[in-house]
């Protein structure tokens, strides 16, 4: 998040594209509130101490962070700006992805870190099928069923790295900004995971913050000024090369069919601001 979002969902990098100039104008005005809250008085920033090991701790950190935003804006502020802003943007985005992959409507969806429902609110329209939505932080698991309103589907709190699914039961299993958050080797258990999850032809799709996107320099340089605070508490932000993503695909027998970085539009004038990586489990 920067400086906040569960799975800060890091922010979504922004680009000078005029489709998104709405979308650019609201998270401006979202970030100088935010900026204002981490110039506060400590007083007011209390709640902001680490919470146990940032590296391992995957609950209690993106907890406190999506609590502290709560306790600055609205409660539908809150569950949009905890994941990382531009919420129905985003959402469309993410969408975009999956159909481009060849969602179809009945197929399975396990959505890895849902959040407060920033995907499956859009994909609720198109996915007559199953889907089940997992994240750490209870209060957005909540506020995405309420605000999805599909008794149909599963929406449902974890604590510890895994999907709580039977194997080769999905047709997607996808992770938008998760991966930024986690430590490599969680990353590659998590993928692990997905691979038991998948049907046999099936997708699994990874957006991350790359090394050799020039756009996600900035990030970095951001992450690296934040480490220095001696009140940092976010939670952990990481940076994936893509060879690395190769290298977990090969152990993993997965087929990479796409990589991109984030000035690809993954439809007219979508752009997701993350790079993303594209799996495919063999037949």
Not at 43 to 68: C, F, I, M, N, W
């Amino acid at each position: 998040m920067i400086p906040f979002g569960i799975h800060r969902r890091i922010p979504l990098i922004r680009r000078p594209f005029l489709q998104r100039d709405r979308a650019l104008a609201e998270n401006a005005a979202l970030r100088a509130r935010l900026d204002d809250m981490q110039s506060a008085p400590e007083a007011a920033r209390a709640t902001a101490k680490p919470h146990g090991d940032r590296t391992r701790d995957l609950k209690s950190a993106y907890t406190a962070q999506v609590e502290r935003t709560a306790s600055f804006v609205s409660t539908s502020e809150a569950m949009s700006t905890s994941i990382g802003g531009d919420f129905d943007y985003i959402g469309r985005v993410e969408v975009a992805v999956l159909l481009r992959h060849g969602l179809k409507p009945g197929d399975r969806v396990v959505d890895v870190g849902c959040g407060s429902g920033r995907l499956a609110l859009p994909l609720s329209s198109v996915l007559t099928g199953p889907y089940s939505g997992f994240d750490v932080v209870g209060d957005l698991v909540d506020y995405a069923r309420n605000l999805v309103q599909r008794p149909d589907w599963r929406f449902e709190a974890v604590d510890h790295i895994g999907i709580p699914e039977p194997d080769g039961c999905a047709d997607v299993v996808c992770f938008f900004s998760v991966l930024t958050h986690l430590l490599h080797e969680q990353s590659y258990w998590y993928l692990e995971e997905a691979r038991r999850v998948v049907k046999p032809g099936g997708t699994i799709v990874v957006s991350f913050l790359d090394f050799e996107d020039e756009e996600h320099w900035s990030t970095f340089a951001k992450l690296v000024a934040d480490a220095k605070r001696p009140d940092h508490a976010d939670p952990l932000s990481v940076f994936i090369g893509r060879g690395a993503l190769r290298v977990w695909a090969r152990h993993l027998d997965l087929e990479v069919v796409e990589m991109q970085g984030s000035d690809f539009a993954v439809a007219d004038g979508l752009y997701l601001g993350q790079s993303l990586c594209v799996m495919r489990r063999p037949l």
